[in-house]
């Protein structure tokens, strides 16, 4: 593992007068510090930053009692850090990637030929259970070399006008490797380049604290660290709360007994916004006439779905590939329930503005295996690869809990349950069910594009996979957009 302090945010001022500061005094509390002071004082801001320049001992003084004593913890997100995260496993990464308002970058296994490298948990103490997680990593990761050579002869075979041209090699084997990943562990190290502000990271850390995977708490401790050295005075409650303690525990011990029924990998609907067409624009005419909502609704309610239509028809009428519905389309929703593929997981958990719960992974889920793995005549050899894993898994769980999960594969799924409103749906679909998407999460979100237009017939009329855009606004107002794909 390696964790650096690539970067934050420090004054232009100070920057063009490098070679005169103390490199101590470069830090983004001179922000938090200033900014918290806008609202009572006289001063422009451009004096309030001198001051805090001027003595930061004074401006962390001022930080420490603007968060801590008067609770304004807002003015902890100006100050902003760049982090590197090197040799980190993907189950970690899952862990680090949850949080909603912070920016990553991941290292693709889509498009970089693994070598192999993976984590070996501290947690791990039994030699011989440790000597058998070995065995199947190295196992796993035989037949990935395997798999992505046989993989790659078959997909340049499929598509031989696309090999013909040596600028798509990089692109077919890409899907090579997308393919062949499925069986490697989620113990193979990844890398991550992470911007976050001080509020946030604050939140990390208490939630990296509760974690039962050592690495996940190394991680939080070191990040702690380097921030702590730079910027003193704004995180301030690094630990998790009793409250934060508690909440899972109490909640399992009521329910640990209660065992219900599989998950399927087809999304279920289990809760949507009734009329959500009619509400969407009754929301329009409530503020544009600013009327009452609930008359407004009845308002739309009143009249034809033919002139409901035309009203949405004429509002997209000049709507481009790009263009994102008003917000007007977050009075509409849906909740479903599915389980996913880590791979899948690894996509969906980057629609970070939806609402989304995942379980541990669980083999009795079961795995997604590629087509083209059984289309090579590989699919006895990766159930093989799978039932070994599975082996070791339930003895790893025994022994150490959670920490198991590094020894399943990208195969092995989870149960989510993912709230998303129309908005949102329409941006998660455009980008998911274009032609360019990666296979499993596109299966995923043809589904649910679906399922979301039968609950929803008006205000999806434009709502389809972004190579679809243009043929499908041209079928509907006879005429191409302005903007051609």
């Not at 103390?22 to 309030?48: G, H, N, V």
């Not at 309610?301 to 977050?330: C, G, V, W």
């Amino acid at each position: 593992m390696e964790i650096k302090l690539a970067g934050f945010n420090i004054e232009t001022e100070q920057m063009e007068n490098l070679h005169k500061v103390d490199k101590k005094l470069l830090t983004p509390e001179i922000f938090s510090s200033a900014y918290a002071r806008i609202s009572r004082s006289k001063k422009s801001i451009t004096e309030l930053r001198s001051d805090a320049r001027a003595d930061v001992e004074k401006a962390r003084k001022s930080n420490k009692k603007i968060i801590f004593d008067m609770g304004h913890h807002s003015v902890a997100e100006h100050a902003v850090f760049n982090f590197d995260l090197i040799d980190i496993s993907r189950l970690a990464l899952e862990n680090i990637e949850r949080f909603r308002l912070v920016s990553y970058t991941e290292k693709s296994q889509r498009y970089v030929t693994l070598k192999g490298d993976f984590h070996i948990p501290n947690e791990y103490t039994d030699q011989n259970l440790k000597r058998r997680y070995l065995e199947v990593i190295n196992l796993q990761n035989n037949l990935y070399k395997q798999l992505f050579a046989l993989l790659k002869d078959y997909i340049f075979s499929k598509h031989p006008k696309l090999a013909s041209d040596k600028k798509n090699k990089s692109l077919l084997e890409g899907w090579a490797k997308e393919d062949a990943r499925y069986i490697l562990s989620l113990a193979t190290f990844g890398q991550l380049g992470m911007t976050i502000n001080a509020r946030n990271l604050e939140h990390m850390f208490r939630n990296f604290e509760l974690s039962k995977i050592s690495e996940v708490r190394e991680v939080g401790k070191k990040l702690y660290d380097m921030v702590n050295k730079v910027a003193p005075s704004i995180i301030l409650f690094p630990e998790p709360s009793t409250f934060e303690s508690d909440i899972s525990s109490s909640f399992k011990s009521n329910f640990d007994s209660h065992i219900g029924s599989n998950i399927s990998d087809d999304p279920e609907i289990i809760e949507f916004q009734k009329n959500g067409d009619d509400r969407i624009l009754a929301s329009f005419l409530s503020i544009y006439n600013s009327m009452n909502f609930n008359s407004s609704l009845k308002k739309v309610s009143s009249i034809t779905a033919e002139e409901k239509r035309n009203i949405y028809l004429d509002m997209f009428k000049n709507m481009e590939f790009f263009d994102t519905p008003p917000r007007n389309f977050e009075f509409a929703h849906i909740t479903f329930q599915v389980a996913v593929s880590a791979s899948n997981f690894a996509q969906l958990k980057r629609h970070r503005m939806t609402s989304l719960l995942q379980s541990d992974y669980e083999i009795k889920l079961g795995n997604t295996v590629p087509e083209n793995i059984k289309n090579i005549g590989m699919n006895n050899e990766f159930k093989e690869v799978i039932k070994e894993t599975n082996s070791i898994y339930l003895d790893l769980r025994n022994k150490f809990g959670s920490s198991a999960n590094y020894i399943l594969t990208n195969s092995h799924r989870r149960n989510v349950i993912m709230k998303m409103n129309l908005r949102e749906a329409f941006h998660f679909i455009r980008l998911r069910s274009d032609k360019h998407a990666q296979w499993d999460i596109k299966n995923l979100s043809d589904k649910l594009l679906i399922k979301i237009k039968k609950l929803f017939p008006l205000s999806t009329i434009l709502l389809n996979g972004k190579h679809e855009y243009v043929e499908n606004f041209e079928k509907i107002y006879n005429k191409k957009p302005k903007f051609n794909i």
